[in-house]
């Protein structure tokens, strides 16, 4: 099967900045050597249902949101491709924690990488409580935190 010597990453991205932190990891591997293959996911919202189990939304905010999360992955995929990683992009509606495990599993991914930003509350919800989450959660796909420098470490379950 073609790509079974690469390591497929799964980047999840919530805004366009954490793309630096997995993307200097996947950067770090290719320069020891190691083939590399980014995923890069962004989850947005499940819509609202109604009682009737039909979901509601305007049809403009759903416009509206699918141009910015465009953008977004645009804009990640445009430092990937400065950095000569090979990527794909997906856009999944649905919970967090389950969609990114499931993503992770659908795709064949070996490994999670989480930001681990130094100041910020988003981050310290990443390392505490959903890093945490996804690595008791996780069905064979290691969960890692990478910093700044795309130095990493495994989230313990």
Same mark, same amino acid.
């Given at each position: 099967?073609? $790509?079974?010597?690469?390591?497929?990453?799964?980047?999840?991205? &919530? #805004?366009?900045?954490? =793309?630096?932190?997995?993307?200097?990891?996947?950067? #770090?591997?290719?320069?020891?050597?190691? &083939?590399? #293959?980014?995923?890069?996911?962004?989850?947005?919202?499940?819509?609202?249902?109604?009682?009737? $189990?039909?979901?509601?939304?305007?049809?403009?905010?759903?416009?509206?949101?699918?141009?910015?999360?465009?953008?977004?992955?645009?804009?990640?995929?445009?430092?990937?491709?400065?950095?000569? =990683?090979?990527? !794909?992009?997906? =856009?999944?509606? $649905?919970?967090?924690?389950?969609? =990114?495990?499931?993503?992770?599993?659908?795709? $064949?991914?070996?490994?999670?990488?989480?930001?681990?930003?130094?100041?910020?509350?988003?981050? #310290?919800?990443?390392?505490?409580?959903?890093?945490?989450?996804?690595?008791?959660?996780?069905?064979?796909?290691?969960?890692?935190?990478? !910093?700044?420098?795309?130095?990493?470490?495994?989230?313990?379950?």
């Amino acid at each position: 099967m073609p $790509g079974q010597d690469t390591l497929l990453l799964l980047l999840p991205v &919530k #805004r366009a900045s954490d =793309i630096v932190y997995g993307a200097r990891y996947a950067r #770090r591997l290719q320069e020891w050597g190691i &083939k590399v #293959r980014v995923s890069l996911l962004h989850v947005t919202p499940a819509p609202p249902r109604q009682a009737s $189990g039909v979901p509601q939304h305007s049809a403009s905010e759903g416009h509206a949101l699918d141009l910015a999360t465009q953008q977004l992955m645009h804009e990640a995929g445009l430092y990937l491709s400065r950095t000569h =990683i090979e990527f !794909n992009t997906h =856009i999944f509606a $649905g919970e967090l924690l389950f969609t =990114i495990l499931d993503t992770a599993e659908l795709l $064949g991914c070996h490994e999670v990488v989480l930001p681990a930003h130094r100041h910020s509350s988003w981050p #310290r919800h990443f390392s505490g409580g959903l890093a945490g989450k996804l690595a008791r959660g996780s069905r064979g796909t290691t969960i890692l935190l990478a !910093n700044h420098e795309g130095v990493s470490s495994p989230v313990p379950a």
